[in-house]
């Protein structure tokens, strides 16, 4: 599939990839690293280039946490071996205290993953060819793939998210610290791309 269309989305939970891998392909984009993609199929991530969207940790978290209390959406439900932990969550520090809890990334469902483990290589380099901005994400995909469909409106959870406490902020950034750099590499990495297509 990604070889056929000549590009490789790595799908970075809660960042709308749902609908770009609908746009793109036609079918969902299962969640993997790029780490993933360059073990099982070096050949592949050398001879098309490689995205990944990401977003604001805060924002993302926020996201995360209403999707995990409803158990999922319509489209897609949090895998069951967490299902009745998230449903069970009563509040912010409930999820918190469950992702301090987890001593490594398969301790917690796809959703609270860092976005950096999605999108980095073992040393800590960025290991896509572009990273974008979740707000930039229409005008991306319009030059990375002008063929995409439109961005169908999937997995969205209707639950109100919380305001959080100043105290709770800090425990998100604390928590996705090694995520707070994206923003800046996306934003970078999203001047390039539009500065190519000039």
């Given at each position: 599939m990604f070889r056929g269309h000549g590009l490789l989305f790595v799908h970075v939970p809660k960042t709308a990839g749902m609908a770009v891998?609908?746009?793109?392909?036609?079918?969902t984009v299962q969640h993997a690293s790029i780490r993933y993609y360059q073990m099982a199929a070096p050949a592949l991530v050398a001879s098309v280039p490689t995205f990944a969207i990401v977003r604001d940790p805060v924002e993302r978290?926020?996201?995360a946490y209403a999707y995990a209390c409803a158990g999922?959406?319509?489209d897609n439900a949090v895998s069951e071996p967490f299902r009745s932990i998230y449903r069970g969550f009563r509040s912010v520090d409930d999820a918190l205290d469950h992702l301090e809890a987890a001593n490594w990334p398969y301790?917690?469902?796809?959703i609270f993953r860092p976005q950096s483990w999605y999108v980095m290589n073992e040393d800590g380099v960025l290991g896509v060819d572009h990273l974008?901005?979740?707000?930039?994400?229409?005008?991306a995909l319009k030059i990375l793939a002008p063929w995409a469909a439109a961005l169908p409106l999937v997995n969205c959870s209707h639950l109100e998210k919380p305001e959080l406490t100043p105290?709770?902020?800090?425990?998100?950034r604390y928590l996705y610290a090694a995520d707070l750099?994206?923003?800046r590499l996306a934003k970078e990495s999203m001047m390039a791309l539009w500065r190519r297509d000039v």
């Open positions: 891998g609908r746009a793109l392909y036609g079918e978290f926020l996201s999922g959406t319509a301790g917690v469902d796809h974008i901005p979740l707000r930039d994400m229409d005008r105290r709770q902020e800090w425990r998100v750099r994206l923003p």
